[in-house]
C-alpha cells in the first residue's frame, strides 16, 4: 500500500542566466522563491524533501530551507533539468513510488495541487501525473518511480529527458485538471 510518506520530491534549480542571479533566491512577496515551493511542498505532506542545486551559495542556502531537506548539488553548469533529476533520483529512498519534479519556476504552485497529484497517484500509481489549469498543462509533473528510473538508461545515441519520458507512451500519461493558476 502506498502512504504520503513514500514520495519523494525532486526541485531542481535552473541556471537563471538571464536573471543574473539565482532564481531561489528571488523575492517574492517578501520571501525567496524556494520558500514559495517549499512551502507548498510541505503542505501538501511531504517529509521527505530532495532539492538538486546548483552552482549556489550553501551557506545562504541553508539559511531559506528547512533542515529537513536533503541537498544535492549539481556540480555540472551544461547539464540539463534530466540531469538533475538523475541525482534526487539516486538520492531518494529505494521504497519510494513517485518522485514530484517541483520547479523553482512556478513558486505559486499550491500544496492542495500537489496533494491532489498524491491522490491520484495513490490510484493510479503507474501514470505520469501533470496537471493542468483551465485545458493548459503545467506543473509539477509526478513520475512514477520505474518511469523515472528511464532516463538512467543512457546510450550513444540516446539520452532521454523529462519530455521523453512524458512523450514516449501517451498511454501511461494522465492529464489532471486542477483549480491552480500556480500550475
Known amino acids: 500500500r502506498v502512504h504520503e510518506g513514500d514520495l519523494r520530491e525532486g526541485v531542481a534549480a535552473g541556471a537563471s542566466r538571464r536573471m543574473n542571479a539565482p532564481k531561489l533566491f528571488l523575492p517574492l512577496h517578501n520571501k525567496p522563491v524556494i520558500r514559495h515551493c517549499l512551502d507548498a ?4 505532506g511531504i517529509a521527505d524533501i530532495i532539492l538538486v542545486a546548483r552552482g549556489l551559495d550553501r551557506e545562504r542556502l541553508r539559511r531559506v530551507i528547512d ?3 536533503k541537498v544535492v548539488f549539481n ?5 540539463e533539468m534530466a540531469d ?3 541525482l534526487g ?3 531518494i529512498d529505494p521504497s519510494a513510488t513517485g518522485l514530484i519534479v517541483c520547479l523553482v519556476d512556478y513558486p505559486l504552485v499550491t500544496g492542495r ?5 498524491i491522490n491520484r497517484h495513490i490510484e493510479t500509481p503507474d501514470k505520469v501525473l501533470i496537471p493542468a489549469f483551465q ?4 506543473h509539477p509533473t509526478l513520475f512514477p518511480v520505474p518511469i523515472m528510473h528511464e ?3 543512457i546510450n550513444a545515441k540516446n539520452r532521454p529527458n523529462l519530455r521523453d519520458l512524458v512523450y514516449k507512451d501517451p498511454s501511461r500519461v494522465h492529464i489532471l485538471s486542477v483549480h491552480d493558476a500556480g500550475a
Not at 495541487?113 to 497529484?117: A, K, R
Open 67 to 69: 533542515p529537513v531537506v
Open 41 to 44: 511542498i510541505i503542505r501538501a
Open 135 to 138: 485545458g493548459r498543462q503545467g
Open 113 to 117: 495541487t500537489i496533494q491532489h497529484l
Open 84 to 86: 538533475s533529476a538523475r
Open 89 to 91: 533520483l539516486r538520492a
Open 75 to 79: 556540480r555540472n553548469p551544461a547539464s
Open 151 to 153: 532516463l538512467s538508461r
